[in-house]
């Protein structure tokens, strides 16, 4: 199905693991963008990318990497998880300045 | 820096009612403006955007205002039903394609 997808839905992990949250969009639009949700902070910004190979820091971009090899992909990684980045991860993507579609997102808790 | 932020956290409303939903921005540069629902365990959905050259856009029982004077920007829902209920956030366009969100406003509405 065409749209922006999340993967895994929901994630538990350890401190000091690394996590790979995934993300597919079948637009291929040129800008895709991580966000973090946490409550008393609305949507954060962690990393954002214009294009395949071009990346981005975002607000709060300390603990994280991402990478875009393809227009399609933009996988977040947490290479060593702590639990302060226990949140709802959503990632989304746009066209230049058209609308931002968004994925269902991804719960992550980090015990 | 940027900021945007909406006034009130909660917003109670009698079904059938008008709703006002207030944000305040602080970047007297941004040149567009959206108003997002999110509702439980969802992704964020667009629910209409303004241009900084508009005062006003209507929707469908939706309208946003603009005051570029005071930086101010609100989310009015016609005749507000069940389904209304959920969080509201506004994002301002910061640049480079990225979108900066406020702390989102939860709406109730009571049958």
């Known amino acids: 199905d065409a749209g922006i997808t999340q993967s895994p839905r929901y994630k538990i992990t350890e401190t000091g693991r690394q996590v790979t949250l995934m993300c597919h969009q079948t637009?291929?639009?040129?800008?895709m963008f991580w966000y973090r949700q946490d409550l008393g902070h609305g949507l954060r910004l962690i990393y954002y990318s214009a294009a395949a190979d071009i990346t981005d820091k975002g607000e709060v971009p300390d603990g994280y990497v991402v990478s875009r090899s393809k227009t399609e992909n933009f996988p977040l990684t947490l290479e060593s998880a702590t639990r302060s980045q226990t949140s709802v991860y959503f990632c989304?993507?746009?066209?230049?300045?058209?609308?931002?579609?968004f994925g269902e997102g991804s719960r992550l808790t980090v015990l | 820096g940027e900021s945007v932020g909406l006034h009130l956290p909660t917003l109670s409303v009698q079904e059938g009612d008008n709703s006002i939903i207030n944000c305040a921005y602080s970047?007297?540069?941004?040149?567009?403006f959206i108003w997002y629902k999110q509702e439980s365990g969802k992704g964020p959905q667009f629910i209409i955007d303004i241009r900084s050259n508009m005062d006003k856009r209507q929707g469908q029982r939706v309208t946003v205002l603009l005051n570029k004077t005071v930086k101010h920007l609100s989310l009015q829902i016609a005749a507000t039903q069940p389904g209304d209920s959920a969080v509201y956030f506004c994002?301002?366009?910061?640049?480079?394609?990225?979108?900066?969100f406020g702390q989102g406003t939860t709406l109730q509405v009571k049958p």
């Open positions: 989304a993507s746009r066209e230049g300045a058209g609308e931002l579609f």
């Open positions: 994002a301002e366009n910061g640049g480079t394609g990225k979108l900066i």
């Open positions: 970047n007297s540069a941004s040149d567009y």
């Open positions: 637009w291929s639009h040129s800008y």
